[in-house]
Every structure is written in structure tokens, then in C-alpha cells.
């Protein structure tokens, strides 16, 4: 569940009103003459494409006419390469326990448990009973608040709200409780009015996935069906004043989340919900404010509370529990509901024991893993080749804000105390997290998966929610997820951090050339510093606060640049199913990987004997990559990266030594004439 809130609540990675700007859009020879390469079988291996015309599809044909997609996953191309890679170096850590520290015990102790399914398959859905029988024994309003605020009848704190630190707006000092709207299992507010394609997927797999494990609680097929029939009843309910997929997609979306008020005043807007009693019985010592994030939210919510929808938010909670435990429980379970979800989103197959293991280990303790990672493979030679290119790169930046003619003495000066001021963060920290006090009980001496489970929840829930009311602390990398193949700039704190899970394959090895190390971590590095200066990033100040460090005629300059961008992509279409981009929700991303680009190519002069063409074609294999089209309809809605193809095709059409490079004329497909070029920065 939601329940508590990520500290980075909008960090950028690498990976996942208007003005309608009337340039000569449509007579833009690119974008139309480009194929959607991402479903597998799109692209033939004898079919010729020209580099001139369609750069991405050009240089990866061959592999993407025989790329398909493992067992299992929804996509795969050069960032799956090295995730697997990483993952079979972290499997190993993890079933061999081998290392001394607590943490790699911690990963190989929770290994055991997981794998040992005599003892999950004998338990099954048993653990749970108990928890379900609290829920459904309910017969009052006032017996619900009793439920909603008693830790030990629901420890993981479900519920209609979620509650966590999370790091103010514009004041990011201190960390304060905050509140957000609650879990809904459509992936857009926006579908219970209108049903969108996704929509239509979403509903369908998780209406199955919960009636099979309601029916493992013992309800017949027709009280499973009634159960979910309300759980969608009260979705549709809590969803009318919820933030819609277009609201979150807007530019100015991050400023509509910060809503100071306290305690008290959130308690009022929620009426008999007893958000107060809750936030106390799971151990909240909340001084200060509180942050909300959608205030119309928890008015909702106030006329929602009542004894009238009483079977209601019963049946809500109950679907929910059964849901969120479907992979916590036995094999059958386990397989049964990912089958589903695996053919609702195209998915063929399961992904092998080992993966699930290492995913379930991710999820649940997160935080252990990157240690373990840390520990076991990153390198001070890495560190220093990143903080090199982190150099070059922001010393680039600092002459590029000064060399902008559109931007006056006093932004620029704000500009580059921002760079100044940005906090690095490279492949690993000083000091490693110590969670030499957290324990699980091993099978060997009585453990369960799910009691194990429980102790990973309640730790991580209590570090958490011990942190409200703390002060941030700016110079500490406040390290997660860093065995994944990304990065991110975090405008919160004003920090790019630099993973130790993207240094391998195409984007770093030691003996790299200087082309493809540009072209590899080098971009990566560009592309999370350009996030300062963004859309979004460029609404945070050098401390990392909401702020607006802009003259109003450079604010004015830099938003029709931005919006000639997002018009760009406006009107590209992707293919019937997708439609066509949506440039405001894709602008942030789009303008980062124009600016790495730019700085790499700035990077790249200092060199007579640079090799542009091995530079591009290493750019275009980086972003190499294949999906279901179910997966590429996801992304249209929920990623706010362009796809692959367009990110690289429109990137290096804007630049003079791409179009060199390539002989480019204004008849190729990768021609865009200068006037129309869309570079932001
Ligand atoms: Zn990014």
C-alpha cells in the first residue's frame, strides 16, 4: 500500500496552459517518416533503412529484427542487458550468503524463506486469516475507526489515505508527515468517468487477480465478485476529486502538492475519518505541519465516512488485503495471479525462481540490497571516472548558462549558484546505512516468509515515520535503489546521484573508447545535471525549495522554448493503439536529453579526432529496446520518457554535427531545418 511516502517524491531518471507555438510543424519531414520500432517484429532484417532517414531504426535493424522478449517481462533492450547481469551477481550474493557483513546474512536469511515452499505451500493463505476475519467481523462505523487505528488488527496501516515523511515543497528542511490520496487499482483517476484503454487492462486484471485470492480466503465466486463489485464502487467514489493522469502530467503540477496545514485543520476536512487517531497509533510524533497534497482529496473523503457506505470501505479493505498478500502466500497463489497480470500486459511465461526471489528481496528490503550491492561490486575506479565526466559536465553547464543570449546577468548568476551549490553524488556513499539492528527470524529457527515479512514492514515503516519532523541533511546521499540501471537529480535537495547499477555494459567499462564513454555514462551524467534546468527541475531553487529564481522576460523566454517542445511532440503520433504524445508530460525528460546531448557534442570539440559517427551509433544501441504493445501504451500514459526511438531520432536531428556527420539534406527523414529545431538550452 501508499503507506508512506517516498523522500523523493518527483526525483528525475533517466529511464521512466500552453501556448500553442504555430511553427511550420507540419511540413517537419522527421517524425512522420520515423518508425515505431518498439513492438518486436516491427522491423525487418532485409527491409533497408537509411541512416539519413530514420537514424535509430537504421543502426539497431539487425538486432531489433531479432530481439524478443524473455520469459516473464514486459520489455527488453541495453538497460535489461545489464540489469540481468547485475541480478545474477546479486542471486549469487543471495544464495550463498558469501560476505560477512549483516546485510548480505539479511539477504540470504530472507532467500531462505522465500524459497522454501514446503513451508509456504503447507501455511498458505492461514497467516492471513486472522487479518481478513478482522475486517469482515466488522459491524459499525465506530468498530472501523477501532480497526483503522489498531496497529496489531492492521499492521501495514491500509486504509483510504496514505501517510509518510516526505520533504515540503518550498521549504525542503525538514522532513514533514504528509498525506496522500489513497490507492485506487485503475491506473488514472480520470478512467472511472471515462475508460481509457489502460484502463480497460488494469480493470480487468486486478478485478481477476482478486477474485482468485478471495476464493483462497474461502468466499464463494459470487461474494468474491459482489467484494470487488464495491471495492470499484468506492474507487470510483474516492477517485472524483483525485489528481487525473493530465493534472500529473502538467508542468506546474508540483506546485498544486504543497499544502501546509496541521493536524487539526486535516482532520477537520476529513470528517469522522480518523486520520488524527491513525497517524498517533502507528507511532507519528508530529510537531509541526502537515503536508497534503491533494486538500480536495480528504473533503471527499468526509462524505465518503459514513455508516450508509459501511459494506463499502469493508469490501474495499478485504479486496485490498487479499490483493497485496497474492505473492506474499504459496505457489499456487503465486503463479496463478501472475499468470494473469503477466497475459493482461502481453507478458509470456514467468520469469525464473531466482529473478522473483531477487524482485521480492527489492521490494521488501530495498534498502539492505543496495548495501549489498554497494558492498560487493562498486569501485573507486568508477568513482573516479563518474566524478571526472561529472566535472567536465558541470563545467559545460557553467559556460552554456553563460553563453545563453536569451538570459539575463541576474537568472544567470541564480543559474550557476544552482550549479555551484548541486550536490554529487557518486556510486557510493561516505558511509554505508548500518542495519546491523534489523532481524528476521530464519526458517531454521521457526521463521515464516510472511512473519518475516511483517518484521521487514514494521522496520522499514518505523524508519520512516521516525524521520518526520527531522532535518534533512543535504551532504549525506540519501542513497535507494542504487542497483538499478539508473540515476536521478533530485530537485529536493538539488543532487544528482549517479547508481553504481548503470556502470556496466554499454554504458561504462574500463576500457571504453572516449567516444562511447560520452556517449554512455557520459549522457546518463548530462542528462540528470540538465534536470536542474528543466521545466520542472528549473522551479527549485540551489537549495532545492520551490522557488522562483527567474526574471519574469527570461521565465518568458525560456517557457516558449519549452513550449515550442512540447508542440513538437504534441504532433507526434506513435501508432493507432498510442496516439500521440503528450508533449507537456514528456517535455522535462525531452529537454534533458537535448541538453546532455548538446554538452557530450560541446565535450566532443575539444578533440580534432573525435569520431561523431561512433559517438551517435553508440547513443542510438544505448536506447535500443523492445516491448508488448501493451507495455508501449503504458508508457505513452505513465512514463514521462519519450520512447526510444524518439528520444535518439529527435535528439540528434538538432545538431549541426549530426546532420554533418551523416550528409543530411533537407530531403532526408532526419532533416530538420534550423528554424525549427527545438533545442532549450
Ligand atoms: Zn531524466
Not at 560520452?518 to 545535471?529: K, Q, T
Request: glycine share 6%; hydrophobic share 40%; aromatic share 10%.
Amino acid at each position: 500500500m501508499n503507506r508512506y511516502v517516498q523522500s523523493t517524491v518527483m526525483s528525475c531518471s533517466i529511464l521512466a496552459g500552453v501556448i500553442f507555438l504555430a511553427t511550420s510543424l507540419s511540413a517537419l519531414a522527421g517524425p512522420s517518416a520515423w518508425t515505431d520500432s518498439m513492438v518486436p517484429g516491427s522491423i525487418s532484417a532485409t527491409k533497408t533503412y537509411s541512416l539519413k532517414d530514420d537514424f535509430y531504426v537504421a543502426v539497431n535493424q539487425q538486432k531489433l529484427a531479432v530481439m524478443t522478449i524473455p520469459e516473464g517481462e514486459t520489455n527488453y533492450g541495453t538497460f535489461s542487458e545489464v540489469e540481468k547481469a547485475n541480478s545474477a551477481r546479486l542471486i549469487e550474493v543471495m544464495k550463498n550468503g558469501k560476505g560477512t557483513s549483516k546485510d548480505e546474512q539479511l539477504l540470504h536469511t530472507y532467500y531462505g524463506l522465500l524459497s522454501d515452499w514446503a513451508a509456504r505451500n503447507a501455511q498458505g493463505v492461514n497467516p492471513v486469516v486472522p487479518y481478513m476475519n478482522e475486517i469482515k467481523n466488522i459491524s459499525s462505523l465506530a468498530e472501523m475507526t477501532a480497526y483503522l487505528t489498531s496497529p496489531g488488527k492492521n499492521p501495514d496501516a491500509i486504509g483510504l489515505i496514505g501517510f509518510g515523511p516526505s520533504l515540503p515543497m518550498s521549504n525542503p528542511d525538514t522532513y514533514a508527515l504528509t498525506f496522500t490520496e489513497g490507492n485506487l487499482f485503475l491506473p488514472d483517476a480520470a478512467d472511472y468517468k471515462e475508460m481509457s484503454e489502460m484502463g480497460k487492462i488494469y480493470k480487468q486484471s486486478s478485478t481477476d487477480v482478486s477474485l482468485y485470492m478471495l476464493q483462497r480466503f474461502g468466499f464463494t465466486k459470487e461474494q468474491a465478485q459482489a467484494m470487488v463489485d464495491n471495492c470499484f464502487k468506492l474507487e470510483a467514489m474516492m477517485a472524483d476529486k483525485m489528481y487525473t493522469g493530465a493534472d500529473k502530467g502538467s508542468i506546474d503540477f508540483l506546485s498544486r502538492l504543497d499544502n501546509m496545514m496541521s493536524l487539526a485543520d486535516v482532520q477537520a476536512k476529513c470528517g469522522a475519518y480518523p486520520i488524527s487517531a491513525i497517524v498517533s497509533a502507528y507511532g507519528v510524533k508530529q510537531t509541526g505541519m502537515c503536508s497534503v497534497q491533494n486538500p480536495e482529496y480528504f473533503s471527499t473523503l468526509a462524505a465518503i465516512y459514513n455508516e450508509q457506505n459501511l459494506p463499502l470501505i469493508k469490501d474495499y479493505l478485504m479486496v485490498k488485503l487479499a490483493y497485496e498478500v497474492k505473492e506474499k502466500v504459496d505457489r499456487a497463489a503465486y503463479e496463478e495471479t501472475t499468470k494473469i497480470e503477466n497475459e493482461a500486459m502481453g507478458v509470456s511465461g514467468m520469469k525464473a525462481d531466482d529473478e522473483y526471489y531477487l524482485s521480492r528481496a527489492k521490494e521488501n528490503l530495498g534498502k539492505v540490497v543496495d548495501n549489498v550491492f554497494i558492498r560487493n561490486f562498486a569501485t573507486a575506479k568508477m568513482k573516479k571516472d563518474v566524478l571526472g565526466i561529472i566535472k567536465e559536465t558541470t563545467d559545460f553547464y557553467r559556460e552554456m548558462i553563460k553563453s545563453e543570449d536569451w538570459m539575463s546577468a541576474e537568472t544567470k548568476a541564480a543559474a550557476i549558484n544552482k550549479l555551484d551549490k548541486m550536490q554529487i553524488n557518486a556510486v557510493f556513499p561516505d558511509k554505508l546505512r548500518y542495519y546491523g539492528d534489523l532481524d528476521i527470524t530464519p526458517a531454521s529457527a521457526g521463521g515464516t516468509l510472511y512473519a518475516a515479512d511483517a518484521q521487514l514492514s514494521n522496520y522499514f515503516m518505523r524508519e520512516a515515520l521516525n524521520r518526520i519532523g527531522t532535518k534533512q541533511n543535504r551532504s549525506e546521499w540519501d542513497y535507494s535503489e542504487v542497483y538499478e540501471v539508473n540515476s536521478n537529480y533530485d530537485p529536493q535537495d538539488n543532487s544528482i546521484n549517479i547508481f553504481p547499477g548503470i556502470l556496466g555494459g554499454a554504458f561504462y567499462r574500463e576500457d571504453m573508447t572516449r567516444e562511447e564513454m560520452l556517449a554512455g555514462i557520459g549522457m546518463v551524467i548530462g542528462h540528470e545535471i540538465s534536470h536542474a534546468f528543466d521545466s520542472q527541475g528549473s522551479q527549485f531553487d540551489a537549495t532545492g525549495a520551490m522557488a522562483d529564481w527567474w526574471t519574469e522576460a527570461d521565465k518568458k523566454a525560456f517557457d516558449e522554448k519549452v513550449n515550442k517542445l512540447i508542440a513538437y511532440y504534441d504532433n507526434i503520433k506513435v501508432n493507432d493503439l498510442c496516439g500521440n504524445c503528450d508533449g507537456e508530460f514528456l517535455s522535462a525528460e525531452a529537454i534533458a536529453d537535448l541538453a546532455s546531448i548538446k554538452c557530450m557534442l560541446s565535450i566532443a570539440k575539444e578533440d580534432p579526432n573525435f569520431d561523431y559517427d561512433k559517438f551517435f551509433r553508440t547513443y542510438a544501441g544505448v536506447w535500443l529496446r523492445v516491448m508488448t504493445p501493451e507495455n508501449e501504451l503504458w508508457r505513452m500514459t505513465q512514463d514521462n520518457h519519450p520512447l526510444s526511438y524518439l528520444r535518439v531520432n529527435l535528439t540528434v536531428a538538432q545538431f549541426d554535427e549530426f546532420i554533418k556527420t551523416y550528409g543530411i539534406t533537407p530531403s532526408d527523414g532526419m532533416y530538420i531545418a534550423p528554424a525549427d529545431r527545438i533545442t532549450v538550452w
